[in-house]
């Protein structure tokens, strides 16, 4: 059958004439993942520049993880040049070929990506919190993180041997069962997503701060459940793929939208604690803010010192409320 008379009976989907609202759908969802991560991480450069500190190894793990996010941007967008909204059995060879392609390799760039933001996350963490218990745990969650990246890597790029058959099934050889792959892939990414919103509640609670900033403090921290949210949804969507039949070209648009969707909300999660001097200036002294920031460029010997001396300038998460001194002076006095 014609793509033409596959449009004149009313089917959408075909690759001359894809499906408008599918496509459009993904359109707009890479444009918000692009502009708002990118202005994330910017703001959280900015923030640093304001506060006159260099940057630390967590802006640097967000960065790498931003690169990512391009990246699987930009897959998705081959993806749509060639069949993500048709059906299958009305695209090209050519194309379909492509779009499996990137379907073999998006995965793997998507877990990458994200597994940078988590350990952006948990060295946030450790330069924060300086108690022993949260560095030993942010360096186990920090292995088990990468243990899952690694693994579902390596899994992805042997999911069909030989690895060809992924794009051609005509070539002899074995797929394992994608349903289970994607549970493998997705249920670790859950846990650890909900281990990275409670581990630092504890330390919070125990600061000598009020009640109404502890549940303030608490709201910056957790707002990566929105991650968590999104990872679930995602999950779901992915199993309702692998069940909806062959037809994945037309199928797996929803799957498409959540993961940009996921991985933007955990860029900017992760992001967020660190904007708080965006939010104390006003617009008079914003650019007078950042000139005065960019003449600090040689931070103290001993930066927790400096922060006890309520300096804004080296205290880009804290400033004013001295939380991050007080809690560091309470370490140091519990080990005396």
């Not at 502890?214 to 793929?241: E, H, K, P, Q, Y």
Request: aromatic share 10%; glycine share 6%.
């Amino acid at each position: 059958m014609s793509a033409q008379s596959m449009s004149d009976a009313g089917t959408p989907g075909d690759f001359e004439h894809p499906n408008q609202n599918l496509r459009r759908s993904i359109i707009i969802t890479l444009y918000f993942a692009f502009i708002l991560s990118t202005v994330a991480v910017g703001l959280r450069i900015l923030a640093r520049k304001m506060n006159g500190t260099r940057l630390y190894l967590d802006d640097y793990l967000i960065i790498i993880a931003l690169l990512f996010k391009y990246g699987c941007s930009i897959g998705v967008a081959i993806l749509l040049f060639n069949g993500l909204g048709s059906h299958i059995t009305m695209i090209p060879q050519k194309n379909l070929e492509v779009y499996m392609k990137i379907g073999w390799s998006n995965p793997l760039v998507y877990t990458t990506c994200v597994a940078f933001i988590k350990l952006s996350i948990l060295a946030l963490y450790k330069r924060l919190f300086t108690a022993p218990s949260m560095i030993l745990a942010s360096n186990i969650v920090a292995g088990l993180v990468i243990l899952w990246a690694v693994s579902v890597c390596v899994v992805g790029v042997l999911l069909c041997l030989p690895i060809k058959k992924f794009w051609d099934p005509t070539v002899p050889g074995s797929c394992l069962d994608f349903a289970q792959y994607y549970y493998g892939q997705q249920i670790p990414n859950i846990l650890t997503d909900a281990v990275l919103l409670v581990m630092p509640l504890k330390f919070v609670w125990a600061l000598p701060i009020s009640k109404t900033q502890r549940l303030l403090l608490s709201g910056v921290f957790v707002t990566g459940c929105l991650t968590l949210i999104f990872d679930i949804v995602r999950l779901v969507a992915m199993i309702d793929l692998s069940r909806a039949g062959p037809d994945v070209t037309y199928n797996q648009v929803p799957v498409v939208v959540w993961t940009c969707i996921e991985a933007t909300v955990g860029i900017i999660a992760a992001c967020l604690p660190n904007l708080r001097p965006l939010f104390k200036l006003s617009r008079g002294d914003f650019w007078s803010q950042v000139r005065s920031g960019s003449a600090h460029s040689k931070e103290p010997l001993n930066p927790t010192l400096d922060m006890s001396m309520e300096s804004s300038h080296y205290d880009p998460y804290f400033a004013q409320s001295n939380i991050y001194a007080r809690h560091s002076i309470s370490i140091q006095y519990s080990k005396a």
